[in-house]
Nanobody
């Protein structure tokens, strides 16, 4: 019933690593952008990274560049977010989202309103 399901979030210490997974139904996976967003209590939902499932090109937010990597496994209809050197400010609910089509405008990947399908999130908590 759910088109996107996130997993992998947990409570960790600063400096640790986590890999989040987003399992996506076939109908919402191929040849489109899939994004990762996060949201802390009282804050706006923030675009973290995105990948085009058709060719594998990626975008990463400046706030996590060099620490986070987004990738995909097309055979499993799954998108991953590898998070290294985690910081307390990385704490939040992480969501996976799928668009209907590949984006054609630079920067669109980071706008939550550009995505059609959303998972229910997985919590990441980073303690100092």
């Amino acid at each position: 019933q759910e088109l996107l399901v996130e997993s992998g979030g947990e409570s960790v210490q600063a400096g640790d690593s986590l890999r989040l997974s987003c399992a996506i139904s076939e109908s919402a996976y191929s040849n489109r952008h899939v994004g990762w967003f996060r949201q802390a209590p009282g804050q706006e939902r923030e675009g973290v990274a995105a990948i085009y499932t058709g060719g594998g090109t990626t975008s990463v937010a400046d706030s996590v560049k060099g620490r986070f990597t987004v990738s995909r496994d097309n055979a499993k209809n799954t998108v991953f977010l590898q998070m290294n050197s985690l910081k307390p400010e990385d704490t939040g609910m992480y969501y996976c989202a799928a668009a209907e089509l590949p984006f054609t405008r630079i920067g669109l990947w980071s706008r939550a309103s550009a995505y059609k399908y959303w998972g229910q999130g997985t919590q990441v908590t980073v303690s100092s």
